[in-house]
């Protein structure tokens, strides 16, 4: 088990970082602070905006058949979750950033994550099956992000030790802003998990790049313990001083540690 000197390490989760678990690049990023280098797609970032600003508002443009209520956008920025514990009294924090959190006029609220991924087969052919396997695997992902907007970080000392202002009346301004916002974001009960697949389906105008997006809501069954499990078993990963074999077909984790020094396994 990891520990610095008597105290067990407080390992940050990402939600989005559950969905594709590689064990061998989160034990080598957790623990030795390796990443592989990944490249931020600009036009990626900007049709993500877009979806986002689309569907705020009146939650029923996501789908009818859901409760009166409205859809905010979480401010686009990370924050953290108070530090909990896993099934075995082990000590973690999440930290990130969801798209989308509808507050119900019942006073519960929805987890909404979108995602620029097929949905269906144009030729009419069954998709059901290759859907479910996109569901299941985010599924992770939205019960991070529920547990996260539930058990926001308010803490002052705290916010003001991970702000990223440097100036002292910069910093007590920056607690304050973020303080505000937890107010509007905060998670009292979840009601609902789910995903808003976004494809685009034909270009409408042949002498301007105008495309037409089509989407489908996808619930997804809210089963927190479930989710604690996974959580339970990642730290049982991270904490377990034997290095984890390279996940199969993962081009960046082909890599072990040996005497403090990186060298290629193959």
Do not use: W
């Amino acid at each position: 088990m990891i520990n610095y000197g008597d105290e067990m390490k407080t390992y940050v989760i990402s939600p989005s970082e559950l969905s594709y678990i590689c064990n061998r690049c989160s034990y080598l990023g957790k623990n030795y602070n390796l990443y592989p280098h990944r490249i931020a797609a600009g036009v990626t970032q900007t049709l993500d905006g877009m979806e986002k600003d689309y569907f705020l508002g009146d939650a029923k443009k996501i789908d009818k058949s859901l409760k009166n209520g409205e859809v905010i956008d979480p401010f686009n920025i990370s924050f953290f979750s108070k530090v909990l514990e896993d099934n075995k009294k082990r000590p973690f924090r999440l930290k990130g950033k969801g798209d989308a959190i509808i507050k119900f006029k019942d006073g519960s609220c929805g987890i909404i994550d979108y995602k620029t991924s097929k949905f269906r087969e144009k030729n009419g052919k069954d998709y059901k099956k290759e859907l479910g396997k996109k569901v299941l695997e985010y599924t992770p992902q939205l019960h991070g992000y529920s547990m996260l907007y539930s058990n926001l970080e308010t803490d002052e000392t705290f916010l003001a030790k991970n702000s990223r202002a440097t100036k002292p009346d910069s910093i007590k301004q920056s607690v304050r802003n973020t303080l505000s916002k937890i107010k509007t974001i905060a998670v009292k009960k979840t009601s609902l998990l789910g995903l808003v697949f976004i494809y685009p389906e034909k270009l409408l105008n042949e002498k301007n790049i105008i495309i037409d997006f089509s989407y489908k809501f996808e619930p997804v069954d809210y089963d927190i313990e479930t989710f604690k499990g996974l959580i339970t078993e990642y730290l049982d990963m991270l904490h377990n001083p034997k290095f984890p074999k390279a996940t199969k077909d993962c081009g960046n984790c082909s890599y072990l540690i040996d005497g403090g020094k990186l060298i290629n396994e193959k």
